[in-house]
């Protein structure tokens, strides 16, 4: 798929597109980039002018201190938007970094208000892809500040597996999902070699494996009652 496929087959995931509203999306100028692996794609702080739209790749949002430790806040896959908040703040809030080599597309903000105000089912639906953004990130929070090691854990798979499964990159509960340990570290606040037990006791138990970067499920019932996960 290219670009405007991309954010069309978003949209399509909600909506029952007019073919005004696919011109639309067709017309929208689109900067299309590569980025390596571990390259920021968005600094914080830096005026927000336009926003991104995952082509292909892993990325994350996050935040760090001076000395160097990081707080991942989200990940992100294909078909996201990972700084769709930006789009009527001055400056930006948080890094996004490529976890993966990484392909994705630019849009100003001026075209995306000018999408937004000609088409209002548009723009309605990206309103609502932040408010769900913003649940998933209410999540998180109670991720890591509440529940045990495990449950972090096993929450992040849960959550994972099931957005893959959304753009159609999983099958029968496995997917590609080339995250390192230290990177599962970041974004639930466990230490790497805390994150190594818990892999080791999840396979213990018959839930998963998580094996170069391969994630299968192999009870998914368990794992979610373990994360106490809620698909909606």
Known sequence: MNASQVLRSKFERVLALT??????????????????????????????????????????????????????????????????????????????????????????????????????????????????????????????GQREGLSRLAHVFCEMMTRMELIGRARDKSCALPLTQQELAEATGQSSVHVNRTLQELRRRELLSFVRGQLTIHDWDGLVALAEFRTE
């Open 19 to 144: 073919e005004e509203e696919r011109e639309a999306i067709a017309a929208l100028p689109l900067h299309v980039v590569e980025v390596k692996a571990d390259e920021i794609i968005l600094r914080e702080g830096v005026p927000a002018t336009r926003s991104s739209l995952l082509i292909e790749g892993l990325a994350c949002s996050s935040k760090g201190l001076g000395n160097g430790r990081r707080q991942i806040l989200a990940f992100h896959i294909p078909f996201d938007m990972p700084d769709l908040v930006s789009f009527l703040l001055e400056v930006r809030d948080c890094d996004i970094l490529a976890l993966t080599d990484c392909s994705l597309a630019y849009v100003e903000h001026r075209d995306l208000l000018a999408l937004c105000t000609a088409q209002p089912r548009l723009a309605l639906d990206l309103w609502r892809t932040t408010l769900v953004d913003a649940a998933v990130h209410r999540e998180w929070t109670l991720n890591v």
